[in-house]
């Protein structure tokens, strides 16, 4: 008999396609109307909700050995170093892409997302730019890594890896990863109107999909879902490096 992953008032429930759809629609959604709220508002507190949402989902679903099979295991610790290494490195890449087709435009999804820093100061010392590099930074590197890869790279990807195997399912979750991150760039509010940047959108959207793959590739590498979440925190280190040091 098939163990059941889930806690006995969820018990009725088992990875698969629909359920995995499900997930995207219940988080994805609302996520993404947020996140194109807080653009037009410049409040992107409540961004940090959902993320915490996907933090405590698995707990709130999932037994030890439901978390055990999303990923939630003892990591393999040189794969973690390098998935760090390698998350930083591919920001650089869409920072120099984005500056090369786009340079200081917000066309460029560095510059259009700087924005969301809009409760910094005007003019930054050097000090005070260090000082709101390591809170920006922190905050990036725990809250949306944990709580997206927990989600996207545990849960979906179990759900759909159950149904589909784990190539499709590779693609399913980072499909929907990219796509979501549409709200955070692509479809853009400037100067009191909406806008889409097709080709900027586009290329954004594909460096995503590709940086998920990495993602899921680390998980497999370091045995642990937590060679997917350091991946993601470096990448999002660089990006807030990046915006701090070369945009702002």
Same mark, same amino acid.
């Given at each position: 008999?098939?163990?059941?992953?889930?806690?006995?008032?969820?018990?009725?429930?088992?990875?698969?396609?629909?359920?995995?759809?499900?997930?995207?629609?219940? %988080?994805?959604?609302?996520?993404?109307?947020?996140?194109?709220?807080?653009?037009?508002?410049?409040?992107?507190?409540?961004?940090?909700?959902?993320?915490?949402?996907?933090? @405590?989902?698995?707990?709130?679903?999932?037994?030890?050995?439901?978390?055990?099979?999303?990923?939630? +295991?003892?990591?393999?610790?040189?794969?973690?170093?390098?998935?760090?290494?390698?998350?930083? @490195?591919?920001?650089?890449?869409? =920072?120099?892409?984005?500056?090369?087709?786009?340079?200081?435009? +917000?066309?460029?999804?560095?510059? =259009?997302?700087?924005?969301?820093?809009?409760?910094?100061?005007?003019?930054?010392?050097?000090?005070?730019?260090?000082?709101?590099?390591?809170? /920006?930074?922190?905050?990036?590197?725990?809250?949306?890594?944990?709580?997206?890869?927990?989600?996207?790279?545990?849960?979906?990807?179990?759900?759909?890896?159950?149904? %589909?195997?784990?190539?499709?399912?590779?693609?399913?979750?980072?499909?929907?990863?990219?796509?979501?991150?549409?709200?955070?760039?692509?479809?853009? =509010?400037?100067?009191?109107?909406?806008?889409? /940047?097709?080709?900027?959108?586009?290329?954004?959207?594909?460096?995503? $999909? +590709?940086?998920?793959?990495? $993602?899921?590739?680390?998980?497999?590498?370091?045995?642990?879902? %937590?060679?997917?979440?350091?991946?993601?925190?470096?990448?999002?280190?660089?990006?807030?490096?990046?915006?701090?040091?070369?945009?702002?």
């Amino acid at each position: 008999m098939e163990e059941n992953y889930f806690r006995s008032l969820f018990s009725r429930l088992e990875f698969g396609w629909q359920l995995g759809l499900v997930l995207i629609l219940l %988080w994805g959604i609302p996520r993404f109307l947020i996140v194109m709220g807080a653009n037009m508002s410049g409040n992107y507190q409540y961004v940090s909700i959902i993320f915490l949402t996907m933090i @405590i989902l698995p707990f709130l679903l999932l037994r030890s050995s439901g978390r055990k099979k999303i990923g939630l +295991t003892k990591p393999i610790i040189i794969a973690i170093i390098i998935a760090l290494i390698s998350g930083i @490195i591919f920001c650089m890449v869409m =920072y120099l892409t984005a500056s090369r087709l786009f340079e200081g435009t +917000t066309k460029n999804w560095f510059v =259009y997302i700087s924005r969301s820093f809009s409760n910094l100061p005007k003019d930054l010392s050097y000090s005070d730019r260090t000082i709101f590099f390591i809170i /920006y930074a922190v905050i990036s590197m725990t809250f949306s890594p944990i709580g997206e890869e927990f989600f996207y790279r545990g849960l979906v990807h179990e759900c759909f890896s159950k149904s %589909w195997g784990n190539r499709w399912a590779s693609i399913a979750d980072s499909s929907a990863f990219s796509l979501t991150h549409l709200a955070h760039f692509g479809i853009v =509010y400037i100067d009191g109107t909406w806008q889409l /940047y097709f080709i900027p959108a586009l290329l954004w959207v594909l460096f995503l $999909f +590709t940086l998920s793959l990495l $993602f899921y590739w680390f998980r497999k590498k370091s045995s642990s879902i %937590w060679g997917a979440v350091i991946a993601h925190a470096g990448y999002n280190l660089a990006m807030t490096y990046m915006i701090f040091y070369y945009v702002l």
